[in-house]
Every structure is written in structure tokens, then in C-alpha cells.
């Protein structure tokens, strides 16, 4: 049987990103998608408009445009796009950042060749020897490496902590498990750091991951502290820090609005 895959592509301020995003959803890609949703997480620029234009004139696309009610950060979109695929019976749910620094063509072999089967997590991974790195600054290059060592070492975490091109299997997020995990930019190195306690099975993928017109939102300092919290909180109480409340504001609905819907949307 053929399994059924959703694509979810959480956006915030991609105005001049998400058609390039849209545009590597080759039919190479697309013949093991059955749905895409973009996650328009209240963005101030024009990227819901642009989004909703190219797919007007792309109708192949099986995709819908969801607008959050309200700003729920990175996480919170996650937390969007992963009950939609538990609600509407997903088998997997692949998540790829809308500012076009992963590249969905990266997964093509992992879905032609279902090497995800088996596996909880499909991680695309940014420093493996076939990654390829482009426009990425020497500092955050070394920044990224040194963080995934100690949290390899410490949390025996797999050698990436979040690269914007995941894989999910939908029956291991039934349990919400994740649902008190941050709602910001640290959503991803929360799920990856609960795979060790979890004991959920992982694959690394290489991929290719470039930075060129996107702002980051992910400061040098900021993160280099954050990072360093969560391993102090880890060494504290690995059960604890999984299974307790990360978010600063409790939300109760992670709740949107349907401001497109492509008529071609398959079943």
C-alpha cells in the first residue's frame, strides 16, 4: 500500500522565498505527496499573498494555505502541522522550512526508495561528509559543529540539531508528547533530544543547505545560551526535561484559519 505523505511548510516573512520553496516540488517529489500545507504563522510581509498567487497559477500543487490565528512561533506551526496529519490520517508528515534553505529534493530517494520504513525520525543532516553548505558563514559553520558535538556526547543526540528538512512517522506524535515542547525556533532541538529518552529510531540524511537573502532570526548569543540551558536542564533530569512544560505561555488551541484551498487536493 502506498503510504499517505503530507508536506507541511511553516512561513514567517518569506515574501521573496516561498515560490522558490514551491518550485522544487517537482513531479519527481509530488508522486509520493498527497498533501501540502503552508503555515503562514501571522507574517508581516507579503508572503500569504505570493503563496496564494503561485498557487493559483499552479494548480497541480495539492496545497492549502493555513494562517494562524495567532503568532505561535516555529513550534507552534509544527505543533499545527502535526495535528493536522494525525487528524486527517497521515501516515507521515515531512516538514520543510519556508525560507528555502533545505531543499525537499534532498528527500527524493528516501521516498522513492521508502527509506524511511522502520524508522521514527528521517533527519536531514547538514554536516555529514555527502552535505553539501552553501553561503553559510565560517562561525555559525563552527558554531553548529561544536553544539552538535556536546549534545552528541551529552544527550548522544544524532550530529544535527535541526536543519529545517525533517521526516516524521505520524503514530509515534499521537501521544502529543511533544505538545509542551517550546514554541520557538528550539522546537526542533527539543523533538531531537526527546529521541534519545524516547528511544525513537533515526536515519540521517545528507542534504544540501544554503543561506543567502534569508534573515535569521537565530542570533549567535542568544542561541549559544539557550543551547547551553537545555543541556544544563538534560544533566538536571533527562525524564524532566521531555516529559515537562517548555512553553512560556500555556496555549490551549493551536488554532487557524483556511485562507486557500487548491480544488485538486487529493484523498
Not at 25 to 49: A, H, M, R, V
Not at 233 to 259: C, Q, T
Amino acid at each position: 500500500m502506498k503510504d499517505k505523505i503530507l508536506l507541511v511548510i511553516p512561513f514567517y516573512n518569506c515574501e521573496r522565498q516561498i515560490t522558490r520553496v514551491l518550485g522544487k516540488i517537482t513531479p519527481n517529489i509530488l508522486q509520493y505527496i498527497q498533501e501540502i500545507i503552508l503555515i503562514n504563522n501571522c507574517s508581516l510581509d507579503n508572503g500569504e499573498k505570493v503563496a496564494v498567487e503561485y498557487c493559483r497559477q499552479h494548480k497541480y500543487l495539492p496545497a492549502k494555505i493555513l494562517r494562524n490565528e495567532k503568532n505561535y512561533g516555529l513550534g507552534g506551526s509544527h505543533k499545527v502541522g502535526f495535528k493536522y496529519a494525525i487528524d486527517n490520517g497521515f501516515d507521515y508528515v515531512i516538514v520543510l522550512h519556508g525560507d528555502d534553505q533545505g531543499d525537499i529534493q534532498n528527500f527524493e530517494s528516501v521516498l522513492r526508495e521508502r527509506q524511511y520504513d522502520g524508522y521514527d525520525l528521517i533527519l536531514g543532516s547538514r554536516f555529514m561528509k555527502e552535505s553539501v553548505l552553501s553561503g553559510y558563514s565560517r562561525i555559525r559553520t563552527w558554531g553548529n559543529k561544536f553544539f552538535i558535538f556536546i549534545f552528541h556526547i551529552i544527550v548522544k543526540t544524532p550530529r544535527e540539531l535541526g536543519s529545517g528538512l525533517n521526516m516524521y512517522r505520524v503514530d509515534m506524535l499521537k501521544n502529543y508528547y511533544y505538545e509542551h515542547f517550546r514554541d520557538d525556533l528550539y522546537f526542533e532541538v527539543d523533538m531531537i533530544m526527546a529521541t534519545t529518552y524516547l528511544k525513537q529510531r533515526v536515519l540521517s540524511v545528507p542534504i544540501t543547505w544554503s543561506e543567502s537573502d534569508q534573515v535569521s532570526n537565530n542570533k549567535l548569543i542568544k542561541c549559544a545560551w539557550a543551547l547551553f540551558k537545555m543541556l544544563i536542564s538534560w544533566l538536571k533530569s533527562p525524564a524532566k526535561f521531555v516529559e515537562g512544560e517548555h512553553r512560556k505561555m500555556i496555549i490551549d488551541n493551536y488554532s487557524y484559519l483556511i485562507v486557500y484551498s487548491n480544488r485538486e487536493v487529493r484523498e
